[in-house]
T-cell receptor
């Protein structure tokens, strides 16, 4: 069964460093998302991406964040200068585009980011 | 934005017991999904259920969109059912982002 994959599974970085989290969405999906979950809290939406541009972003997704689809399979989230409060599990998700109503999202296993 | 409330926040069951988890949402939704977050942190799709009733083995779900709630039923619970159950909704506003509830933490004891 097709699935969303993410690498790395765990990343440890120093405050102020740049990190890139990588995702491979399900191959026939056209909508891509990033969500994050701070430990013990609920999952929060960051950004959605469609047709090579940001479709929607939350107020969490500030200038420190960027997304890119560098090739036909990968979807990346970059954090330019990490802060302690960026420590969280980051989930990538994807969905097909089947009309305007069907939007089941499938999540990857997550990347746990620890900022020291 | 839309509010999603889940109850109960915590639930402890003996193996074999049944349970009902509830998700209330404050506005009209296009879509609703139930997830199980396992102890490794993975979000597992359980149901895509914007309306109606679905069953998958020991799990079933019902969404009454007009009354803005959804229920997840777990029957004959097993220790592997332990984890956090999240409800997530997509607002009926054209946004495709999912808004998650705070989850129900389920612990099934042997």
């Amino acid at each position: 069964e097709p699935e969303v994959t993410q690498t790395p599974s765990h990343q440890v970085t120093q405050m102020g460093q740049e990190v890139i989290l990588r995702c491979v969405p399900i191959s026939n999906h056209l909508y891509f998302y990033w969500y994050r979950q701070i430990l013990g809290q609920k999952v929060e939406f960051l950004v959605s991406f469609y047709n090579n541009e940001i479709s929607e972003k939350s107020e969490i997704f500030d200038d420190q964040f960027s997304v890119e689809r560098p090739d036909g399979s990968n979807f990346t989230l970059k954090i330019r200068s990490t802060k302690l409060e960026d420590s969280a599990m980051y989930f990538c998700a994807s969905s097909e585009l089947l009309g305007s109503s069907y939007n089941e999202q499938f999540f990857g296993p997550g990347t746990r980011l620890t900022v020291l | 934005g839309i509010q999603v409330e889940q109850s109960p926040p915590d639930l402890i069951l003996q193996e074999g017991a049944n349970s009902t988890l509830r998700c209330n949402f404050s506005d009209s939704v296009n879509n609703l999904q139930w997830f199980h977050q396992n102890p490794w942190g993975q979000l597992i799709n359980l149901f895509y259920i914007p309306s109606g009733t679905k069953q998958n083995g020991r799990l079933s779900a019902t969404t009454v969109a007009t009354e803005r709630y959804s229920l997840l039923y777990i029957s004959s619970s097993q220790t592997t059912d332990s984890g956090v159950y999240f409800c997530a909704v997509e607002e009926d506003t054209g946004r495709r982002a999912l808004t998650f509830g705070s989850g129900t933490r389920l612990q099934v004891q042997p």
